[in-house]
Structure formats: C-alpha cells, structure tokens
C-alpha cells in the first residue's frame, strides 16, 4: 500500500501530464476548451479519476467527453512514459460539476441579498403596532398597576 503523499505527488503529476497532452497531443476536433481541475489517485496508484472543465454549452461538453474517452489509451500511454512507475493508473474522465454548483449559489446568494434589502426597506418604513415600549414599568409614583 503506497503512502498518501506519493499518491497525492503522482495526481500532480498525472494533472500536468494530462493537460499538456490535451493541450498538445490530442487533436481531436470535437475536443473544447478543456481545463483539466484536479486528479484523485487510489492509495494503490491503480487507479486515476481526472476532474475537469469545458468552456461551452452541453454540445461541447458531450463532444469533449467523447474526445477524452477515445484519447484515453493516447493519454494513459503518455502517463506511463512520463511518471515511469510500474504499473500506470487506468484512467477515468469526470466532469467537473464546481462551475455549475459554483454558479447556482451565486444566485441563490444574490437572490438573498435582494430578499434581505426588500424586509430592510419594508423595516425601514415600518411602525409599531401599538406602543413603541408594550412592557409594564412602574409609574413615577413607585406604584404599579
């Protein structure tokens, strides 16, 4: 069993690997403006799961997605070569779902921030709906009700 730091030095190094082969290598057109975001190694090196992102609309996601599928081989057979362990990591191409969740939240917080100044200018505008102090106090006097 290998040791998380040798794990977590070769994702690094199979990130880079794999972004300079799609930024070089893979000529495949229907291939996007892919940015390659992070890269999870097994603690047995046997595995890699290569996160990444495209630039577009659903069409070049589902064209990128099918261009790293059929570069696989090219791009693992690149890995080895590279990294030169024993075993090279099978591969395996997830995309990224941080942009979108990233972009959903932004919303919900903007829509938040829209709500929170509507209650300020409803608040600001606002009076009591009987007296400004409802609680008993004693009257000058020292006597109570």
Same mark, same amino acid.
């Given at each position: 069993?290998?040791?998380? #730091? ?8 199979? /990130? /880079?690997?794999?972004? /300079? ?6 000529? @495949? ?8 975001? @992070? ?6 090196? $046997? ?7 495209? %630039? ?6 589902? #064209? ?17 070569? $590279?990294? #030169? ?10 995309? @990224? ?10 919303? +919900?917080?903007?829509? +938040?921030?829209?709500?929170? +100044?509507?209650?300020?200018? %409803? +608040?600001? #505008? ?18 109570e009700d």
């Open positions: 069993m290998a040791d998380s #730091g040798r794990a977590r030095k070769l994702a690094e190094r199979v /990130q /880079q690997v794999v972004a /300079q082969m799609i930024d070089t290598k893979v000529k @495949d057109p229907r291939l996007g403006f892919v940015t390659v975001t @992070d890269v999870r190694v097994t603690g047995d090196l $046997q595995h890699a799961d290569v996160y990444y992102t495209v %630039l577009g609309d659903a069409e070049s996601r589902e #064209g990128s997605a099918k261009a790293l599928e059929s570069a696989k081989g090219l791009i693992r057979s690149e890995v080895g070569k $590279q990294t #030169g362990i024993r075993l090279t990591p099978t591969l395996a191409f997830h995309l @990224d779902a941080v942009p979108e969740t990233a972009a959903h939240l932004e919303d +919900a917080l903007s829509e +938040a921030a829209r709500r929170d +100044a509507e209650v300020a200018r %409803l +608040a600001a #505008g606002a009076r009591y709906a009987g007296e400004a102090d409802p609680y008993r106090r004693p009257d000058e006097d020292g006597t």
